[in-house]
Nanobody
Framework: QVQVVESGGGLVQAGGSLKLSCTVRGLTFDDYTLGWFRQAPGKEREGISC????????YYAASVKGRFTISRDNANNTLWLQMTSLKPEDTAMYYC????????????????WGQGTQVTVSS
């Protein structure tokens, strides 16, 4: 059984930083593309950053490029998202997903998802 668990969200002022963590159990971690997605109230879930399997590189959405950094530790089945210069528009529920189809930032129907961690940025 695959388990995906995110942590690290919280309330932060604009301009601040947060680091999200995601631990995945039950699959061969380095065989999967891992992604961070977010969903704000009333909006669709969007992929914002991806770490491709087997060192295949990273992706950042234009809205977060230069401010967010994705990284992974395959030995410890952990994915991180370092977020800096946070803006109120970054407020959303953030989800980690294991993508076996390597279509991140698109959403694959069989992604393994975590329960999400809330990030709120106050102005």
């Amino acid at each position: 059984q695959v388990q995906v668990v995110e942590s690290g969200g919280g309330l932060v002022q604009a301009g601040g930083s947060l680091k999200l963590s995601c631990t995945v159990r039950g699959l061969t971690f380095d065989d999967y593309t891992l992604g961070w997605f977010r969903q704000a109230p009333g909006k669709e879930r969007e992929g914002i950053s991806c770490s491709r399997y087997s060192g295949g590189g990273t992706y950042y959405a234009a809205s977060v490029k230069g401010r967010f950094t994705i990284s992974r530790d395959n030995a410890n089945n952990t994915l991180w998202l370092q977020m800096t210069s946070l803006k109120p528009e970054d407020t959303a529920m953030y989800y980690c997903a294991a993508d076996g189809a390597d279509v991140c930032p698109q959403i694959y129907e069989d992604n393994y998802w975590g329960q999400g961690t809330q990030v709120t940025v106050s102005s």
